[in-house]
């Protein structure tokens, strides 16, 4: 394998890294700030991605990427809508407006379960073509992933010092404290789930632009795979200012991509994906439990040798 | 400034563990009143606080603040004229904000999109300096980390940071040892009178239940059997205010951890 073959993986595992972080951004803020578990993740990156298709091929490259935003946040809302106002379970909101999302996607796509933009103006083209000529050309998709994620990483740091921030982490802290503070937790959550949804939904929409299509399927597992980087983002980056988890979420998503993309060269299928991110969360999240547990589980397992003799 | 008229709750209506918590309560509190609220377990004297502060809906009744009908209104609207203290030091704060944070979100100045202002932070400062328990070099660290009494003495801080028109104490300083339940006493004794707020405050202590405030209730199976101030309160002692209970109730008191601080004063 040469150099520049190594070089231009490296580099495509970097973008889908970048790509992908956004949602693991979304995660960061409904998981770890407003602590619901939203299951709707995968549908809403469809959701997203189908949106923003459908625009750019109607010849808004542009317009697709607020379009998909703000399919994005209408998801949301109706997600926490369901689990505020409906007393839906939160993780049960989730799983059925992801499954009718299902349908509303495969509407939104036209009656089809795959859009191609191969001949389309998207917001990489546009890019490319702006670029044409400078040193920069090459890396116009880079530079699309990376603008996106430092804005949603700046919007995060401001966004979460504000009163309306502050209420969002307090309601994952402690919800009946929001209440003490003649704060609505039920606009709060609305309020969270529609920014982190909107978010989510950015992030397909960028992700079908820079593949050129878009398939039903685009979003399954990302729920997982998102939990799986934002936890190994967590572990490398440990707890400190919003900003730096925030980054610690991007490069989450970016050692994923690139240790899969390694092991695709080790010649796992990458049918294994989505399995390799339901192992990582399973031992991110029951690693420390277990660990916690294990002085437990040697004096148990010493305790029946004694007994025995 | 605080009425009650006929305020009824029963939790599970119509079930075999139907239990009647409220039964027919009526109560008049005036301005500055501080009214110590005492009674056995389970006499209904948290859930006469969840019903004022909104935790449910009562299922009948009237309750009225300064004139104004608040029995429909959610909780989180009631917390704006109505500070809240628990027993656990823990409900109050978000462990996993700073204090400042806290303390930003409890004060609730400024639009949704506002950051903490520099003035506001030197009030939190000073305010946190009255405390004496050096929180106020502590502004930035976790409220997780703070011992339960700094945890209490900053709930406190945080429930009347806007001096509520009313504040609730449900026995705030029961879970606290005796030399830091003693200082969150007095911090709230001195606020209270600061600020001139209403309180009612729930103790199990019935010194205290004497000692503080000027009118004290006591509660059994839901409705309030005595009621008393003035110069009968003066001059009664903690055996006086238990025979009272006993003919009012024609039951002994009993509430687990009065018989503990009865215990320890015979000591």
Known sequence: MSITTVSSLFTTAFELGLISSLTVL?????????????????????????????????????????????????????????????????????????TGLYSVNIAVMGKSSLLNMNRAETVFSKTQALLKGTALEGQFKLIIALAAVILVILFLTVFLRTRLGLAIRATGNNVDMVRSSSINPTFITIVGLCISNSFTALSGCLLAQSQKSVNIDIGSGMVTIALASLLIGGA????????????????????????????????????????????????????????????EYMRRFKGKGENIC | MLKLINISKTFNKGTVN?????????????????????????????????????????????????????????????????????????????????????????????????VTSKADKAMFREKLALLEMGLEDRMKQPVGLLSGGQRQALTLMMATINPPKLLLLDEHTAALDPATAEKVLELTKSIVKNEKLTCLMITHNMQSALELGNRTLMMNHGKIIFDIEGEPRENITVGGLLEKFKTASGTELTNDRMLLSEQEEQK
């Open chain 1, 26 to 98: 979304a995660l960061f803020l409904s998981y770890s700030m407003l602590n619901v578990c939203d299951l709707s993740t995968d549908g809403c990156f469809t959701l997203g991605a189908a949106v923003g298709a459908v625009t750019v091929l109607s010849g808004h490259p542009l317009l697709a990427i607020p379009a998909a935003i703000a399919a994005g946040a209408l998801s949301g809302f109706i997600t926490a809508f369901l689990q505020t106002v409906m007393g839906i379970d939160s993780l049960l909101a989730g799983i059925i407006v992801n």
């Open chain 2, 18 to 114: 139907a239990k009647i918590a409220l039964d027919g309560i009526s109560l008049h509190i005036k301005k500055h009143d501080f009214v110590t609220i005492i009674g056995s377990n389970g006499a209904g004297k948290s859930t006469l606080f969840n019903a004022i502060s909104g935790s449910f809906l009562t299922d009948t009744g009237v309750i009225e603040l300064e004139g104004k009908d608040i029995t429909l209104m959610p909780e989180h609207k009631r917390a704006k004229f109505i500070g809240r203290l628990f027993q656990d030091p823990m409900l109050g704060s978000a462990p996993g904000m700073s204090i400042e944070e806290n303390l930003a979100l409890a004060a609730g100045h400024g639009g949704w999109l506002s």
């Open chain 1, 236 to 295: 490398f980056m440990g707890k400190g200012s919003i900003a730096k988890r925030a980054v610690g979420a991007v490069l989450g998503a970016v050692i994923f991509r690139i240790v899969y993309t390694v092991a695709l060269r080790f010649n796992m299928p990458a049918f294994m994906l989505k399995f390799v991110s339901s192992v990582i969360v399973i031992a991110a999240i029951s690693g420390p439990y277990l660990r916690s547990r294990l002085p």
